[in-house]
């Protein structure tokens, strides 16, 4: 089955700066790839998501990056402000037969 | 239009009792899953409904059961509840099928005792 691996699960940056999260998947068949913003006492809070025949998709201050070949995705986040400090995780999944795998989360913290 | 809700949000039960967590999906949605989050092991995918239609199980005992109605709410039950059972218990529910497009509600806390 799908194995998704998310790096680093620590990040600190300060104000301002710029914080990447990524993640490897290991079924060359998912092609559906979402990130999630979970805060304190929520519920994750879908971001943005990216299908493989697509390789970079941005909103405003976050974008997403697939690499079909190196079977990897990035989710980059500028201008970073303390409101972004939360719990990312990202996802994979086949869409239409298969139920999402997610990484084990990437804690970011911003410092103001 | 309204989120994802579930209840109870807090749960506080003994060992050996079972427990039933009830999810209200966006409305039109079909589609609800749940999942067990625990800070060891993650997010885990425990079963996915469809049109009242189980479509996919995670892997875990035959205790952990759901259901899901006409109306589309959905139901997970856990029978003879163990210590490591206490997790927070997350739905979402989809327009379409397997998590493509899926919003989250806030969760059941269950805390085993």
């Known amino acids: 089955g799908e194995n998704v691996e998310q790096h680093p699960s620590t990040l600190s940056v300060q104000e301002g700066d710029s914080a990447v999260i990524k993640c490897t998947y290991s079924?060359?068949?998912?092609?559906?790839f979402p990130w999630y913003k979970q805060e304190l006492g929520k519920g994750p809070q879908l971001i943005i998501d990216i299908r493989s025949n697509v390789g970079e998709k941005k909103d405003q201050r976050i974008a997403v990056t697939l690499n079909k070949t190196a079977k990897h995705f990035s989710l980059h986040i500028t201008e970073t402000q303390p409101e972004d400090s939360a719990v990312y995780f990202c996802?994979?999944?086949?869409?239409?037969?298969?139920?999402?795998?997610f990484g084990k989360g990437t804690r970011l913290s911003v410092i103001a | 239009k309204a989120g994802v809700t579930q209840t109870p949000r807090y749960l506080i039960k003994t060992r050996g009792q079972q427990v039933t967590l009830s999810c209200s999906p966006i409305s039109g949605h079909r589609s609800v899953s749940w999942y067990q989050q625990t800070p060891g092991q993650g997010l885990q995918f425990l079963f996915e409904?469809?049109?009242?239609?189980?479509?996919n199980k995670g892997n875990f005992p035959g205790r952990f059961s759901g259901r899901q109605f006409s109306n589309s709410r959905s139901e997970m039950n856990v029978s003879t509840l163990e210590l490591g059972d206490s997790a927070l218990y997350l739905c979402?529910?989809?327009?379409?099928?397997?998590?493509?497009?899926?919003?989250f509600g806030q969760g059941t806390r269950l805390t085993v005792v």
């Open positions: 996802a994979a999944s086949y869409s239409g037969n298969t139920p999402l795998v």
């Open positions: 979402a529910s989809s327009l379409g099928v397997s998590g493509y497009e899926a919003f």
């Open positions: 409904y469809f049109s009242e239609t189980q479509r």
């Open positions: 079924d060359s068949a998912s092609n559906y």
